[in-house]
């Protein structure tokens, strides 16, 4: 059965454009087992006469459509009882005769055909019996392959099934690592510290570092230079490093300040006993003001009490006692004014000297104070941000790290997808295969889908024919060319066997005349140091001062390499010649090397005789 024998049918049938059907396109109608048969009986059994004619569906449809209907069931069996065949008409005794003749005829090359049809009915009994014989022998072996057929699909079935079952996990996994990375803001919320905004992070931060940078201004740039005794620009500050001992705060400003803060003490030491002196001065004529005003007040209490009556005498008494204690008193001051308080003042001025210096290192450490105070709080606040910041990019390190391992897991999936597919694509290409498959009817051309058939007889048949071209390749020829393979195969393997057993004689040959030839070089040879010289005296010659030669070379090479391992020691011994040997070298091969290796020893040099 093939399409062409079904596009036949239609055109005998006479259905419309037949003629221009492909019977190619309907080929793959007989590739069903249920449809195969119904194709057969309907290309076999279907003709002319099943088909109905267009007069008679025309008189069936106004048959149909009149009042009496059609007839169906009993009705229509009664009808068909009461037709009556016409009688028979009557034949002649020749028409008789010629009508026995035929039967007769007809009944012995029926006879004929039976027996022949008994002959093949023996043959194929035949045939049958040794075929079942086989089918017995191929039995056993197909209830063993039907077994293992059956435990290969149980377990292709299960293997299957745990494959469907691990897909969908994966890609339910796959769903759910999905959702976890898909953030649209209003269903799902962020999973990862990437996926979140960081403008309020930067808007805080550059919030503190606007107000870090008023607070440093305030406190570092404003005001500070008066306040530090400089006279620089106030936009510069720098970072006040306290264990560096030359800080400028620490040691006393610049030179230039150190010399007038110095012009400025000795000012004070030369004015300092002046001024002390006046002080002093000051202060005693103070004293003796307000004991003056004492004595007064006294003096007048008295008098107004009536204490002293009117003996004038004896107030003039007391006036004069006490000019005398006056005048004592203004000469001891006089001598304490004169020699010992200049004195005093002028051991006085050392002191006064440490207590103003003092004081000022108590100002510079008062302001060093307020810088270090300052800045470890502007350091601490920068500490902070900065720690902030780097635990920032430690978290978004660490979640990239898992990122990547997440990316790499996927793409290993991947890849074993997409090789796990290839196979399977390669397998389902392989299982395709029209020679794998069984064939619902026989061909006797190969098919132009099955690759492997087709390969195979371009291996065993066109190598053979290659100057003709085949439209069809056939299974015929195929047989054929496996056929004349086997014979060109066993042509060769004989071939071959004739070749080694001609090679072996020749081997024996070669042998035997090998030993004639020694027998007729070393016949009658009387020597008892070994077989007899065969070389002419020249050549023993040449050939034993070649070997004298050889030996004096292999001396020689051994002392070169005594000496050199001897100078190697030496060298390795002493380094400074170790040294000399390789700046030698240098001298022709690198002048620019040698010359940095002088500069560097001259420095060195240099550097110790500073030591």
């Known amino acids: 059965m093939s399409g062409r024998q079904f596009v036949d049918t239609l055109i005998h049938l006479g259905y419309p454009k037949a003629e221009s059907l492909d019977p190619q396109s309907f080929e793959w109608m007989f590739e069903g087992e249920g449809v195969v048969s119904f194709l057969d009986w309907f290309c076999n059994n279907v003709g002319t006469t099943n088909v109905l004619h267009p007069k008679d569906i025309q008189e069936y449809e106004k048959l149909r459509d009149s009042e009496e209907g059609v007839l169906q069931g009993s009705q229509l069996e009664e009808a068909l009882r009461s037709v009556t065949v016409g009688e028979e008409e009557n034949l002649t005794d020749d028409q008789l005769r010629k009508v026995i003749s035929q039967t007769e005829h007809d009944l012995g090359i029926k006879k004929k055909r039976k027996q022949v049809l008994i ?30 057929f059956k435990h290969h699909k149980e377990q292709c079935r299960t293997d299957s099934t745990q494959m469907n079952a691990n897909l969908e996990n994966l890609v339910q996994s796959v769903e759910e690592l999905h959702n976890l990375y898909k953030c649209d803001g209003v269903q799902n919320s962020p999973s990862f510290l990437s996926q979140l905004s960081l403008d309020e992070y930067a808007n805080a931060e550059e919030k503190f570092s606007q107000e870090l940078t008023t607070f440093t201004k305030k ?22 490093e306290i264990s ?53 007040e006294n003096l007048l209490h008295s008098i107004q009490a009536g204490q002293f009556g009117n003996n004038i005498q004896d107030i003039h008494k007391q006036c004069q006692e006490r000019r005398e204690s006056v005048g004592q008193v203004d000469r001891d001051l006089y001598k304490l004014r004169e020699t010992d308080i200049p004195s005093l003042i002028m051991e006085s001025t050392s002191s006064q000297v440490a207590r103003i210096l003092t004081g000022d290192y108590n100002l510079k450490l008062s ?15 920068l500490v902070k941000q900065r720690s902030r910041n ?5 978290a978004f390190e660490v979640e990239t790290q898992g990122h990547r391992d997440t990316h790499r897991l996927l793409t290993a999936i991947q890849q074993q997808l997409q090789t796990q597919l290839q196979s399977w694509s390669s397998r389902m290409s392989m299982m395709d295969e029209p020679s794998l498959s069984v064939a619902k009817y026989e061909r006797g051309t190969v098919d132009s889908r099955d690759k492997f058939t087709t390969r195979l007889h371009h291996m065993l048949v066109d190598r053979s024919d290659k100057g003709t071209d085949q439209l069809f390749l056939t299974f015929d020829g195929l047989v054929e060319g496996a056929h004349r393979l086997k014979c060109e195969s066993d042509t060769a393997q004989h071939t071959l066997t004739s070749t080694a057993v001609r090679h072996e004689n020749r081997l024996d040959l070669l042998e035997s005349n090998l030993m004639a030839c020694l027998d007729l070089v070393y016949a009658g040879s009387s020597t008892t140091s070994g077989q007899p010289t065969l070389i002419p005296r020249q050549l023993l010659d040449s050939m034993t001062t070649l070997d004298n030669l050889i030996k004096k070379l292999e001396r020689s090479i051994k002392d070169v390499v005594k000496e050199l391992e001897t100078k190697k020691q030496i060298l390795r011994n ?3 010649l170790h040294k000399e040997r390789k700046m030698f070298s240098f001298f022709f091969n690198n002048p620019a090397h040698l010359k940095q290796l002088f500069d560097e020893l001259s420095s060195q040099l240099q550097a110790h005789r500073v030591n």
Do not use: W
């Open 119 to 148: 002959q093949k009915r023996n043959k194929m009994s035949l045939h049958q019996t040794s075929l079942s014989h086989r089918l017995s022998k191929v039995r056993s072996t197909e209830v063993k392959v039907k077994s293992q």
């Open 367 to 381: 302001r060093q104070d307020y810088f270090v105070s300052n800045q470890d709080q502007v350091i601490s606040e």
């Open 390 to 394: 780097e635990f920032l990019t430690m």
């Open 219 to 240: 406190q570092f740039f404003e005001g500070i230079s008066e306040m530090a005794g400089e006279e620089e620009e106030v936009s510069r500050y720098q970072i006040l």
């Open 244 to 296: 560096d001992p030359d800080s400028l705060l620490i040691r006393g400003e610049r030179q230039e300040v150190n010399l007038s803060e110095c012009k400025e003490l000795a000012r004070i030491q030369d004015l300092y006993p002046k001024s002390e002196s006046k002080r002093i001065d000051a202060l005693m004529k103070n004293k003796v003001a307000s004991q003056c005003l004492k004595c007064a």
């Open 574 to 576: 002493d380094p400074l």
